[in-house]
């Protein structure tokens, strides 16, 4: 028998609230066991008990799984834990408040105008919290410094060198040069030392890092696990009309964010890969699943920074462009099925937290 929660303070605290909120879900669900729940999530039971015991904020991959797991939508409950990750860090002001608003209408994470190295220091806390990063999980997306440094860098404590920004930026998705020349240039405002330095290493960034734009790592994590079910439906052979339109969402919420991250960058790609760029946007047009071959060239392009999140998105876009492929062609039988299965229209419907290529580049 699952044992019973701790009873919460009554306070109108808004963690406290936040973490009465969540148990509702979780009530409302049917008091899932927090066991089944970490089987669903790939979320560790003592995690999504601790998110909702109101100590302290969970990251947002945890409060994303505990509401997927609960039924819920985890796009209802963001705007409110971006604010209490806000408040929480000292962002409640308005630099935060801008600086996540550009990011989240632009997908390019350039700074705002910043006055002083204290304002710096603020946004690089802002895009951490656009991101859902603690420090430890910025330690792990960009290793090379503890997340102690990265806490004592981030309140100021310890200086701010363009080695350790380069490697902030790298775990945050910053992957542009544009972007991180951007955020250089605000650095040298402050410490021309450093400025200078962040430019000579910027010179020797190899050239396959060159290609990527920034991306929303917060939004690809979330899709992620859904998009890996397709390795259950391709292993059990059958699929549930509501698990094949979940897995498609997913597929192509993840289309979106590479294909967009790719645009954004504003670089020309060589011959090779701007023809399997333009080959994917044509198939998805037309409504054609894309090239398995053309996306396994593209993804590398976009996460080229995190070597092993690259082998799970390749991997699991094959898995279910797969499943979605056998579906569509009679090959992979529904275990119930509402209306008559037919060709999809267009893969992509270009979501505006997406925006991707309206036109493809010619590049010779």
């Known amino acids: 028998m699952a044992r019973p929660m701790n009873q919460l ?14 148990r509702h879900l979780h009530k409302k669900a049917g008091s899932p066991p927090l066991a089944m729940m970490a089987e669903r999530s790939g979320i560790s039971a003592p995690t999504l008990s ?3 015991n109101g100590r302290k904020l969970p990251t947002w991959s945890t409060v994303n799984a505990y509401v997927l797991a609960c039924g819920g939508d985890p796009e209802e409950w963001s705007p409110r834990w971006e604010s209490l990750r806000l408040a929480g860090a000292g962002l409640s002001g308005g630099l935060g408040r801008e600086a996540l608003a550009h990011w989240e209408r632009t997908g390019i994470l350039t700074p705002i105008p910043v006055t002083d190295e204290a304002g710096l220091r603020q946004l690089l806390r802002a895009l951490l919290d656009f991101n859902g990063l603690s ?32 490697q902030i930026l790298i775990g945050c998705g910053v992957h542009s040069l544009r972007s991180q020349e951007a955020w250089f240039v605000v650095l040298s405002s402050f410490s021309g030392r450093e400025g200078l330095e ?30 890996e079910r397709g390795r259950a ?12 339109v979940d897995l498609r969402t997913a597929f192509e919420d993840m289309l979106a964010i590479l294909l967009g991250s790719l645009e954004r960058s504003s670089v020309q790609l060589p011959l090779k890969l701007s023809i399997a760029f333009d080959q994917v946007i044509r198939q998805l047009q037309s409504a054609s699943f894309p090239n398995p071959a053309a996306l396994a060239a593209l993804v590398p392009l976009t996460l080229p920074f995190h070597p092993r999140l690259q082998t799970r998105v390749s991997q699991a876009l094959k898995n279910a462009g797969d499943v979605l492929r056998k579906v569509n062609d009679g090959e992979l039988p529904l275990s119930s099925q509402k209306g008559n299965r037919r060709r999809a229209a267009a893969l ?17």
């Open 233 to 244: 439906l391709l292993i059990s052979n059958v699929a549930s009309y509501d698990s094949v």
């Open 50 to 52: 601790n998110a909702h």
């Open 348 to 364: 992509i419907p270009r979501p505006p937290r997406f925006p991707t290529a309206s036109s493809v580049r010619a590049v010779s």
């Open 198 to 227: 962040g430019g000579k290493l910027l010179t020797r960034v190899d050239q396959k890092y060159r290609y990527a734009g920034d991306v929303d790592l917060k939004i690809l994590k979330a899709v992620l696990p859904q998009l």
């Open 9 to 22: 303070p009554q306070s109108d605290d808004p963690l406290i609230a936040f973490a009465r909120d969540l």
């Open 135 to 166: 420090h430890r999980t910025l330690a792990r997306q960009a290793p090379g410094y503890s997340h102690v440094t990265y806490g004592a860098v981030l309140r100021g404590t310890r200086p701010l060198r363009a080695k350790i920004l380069y």
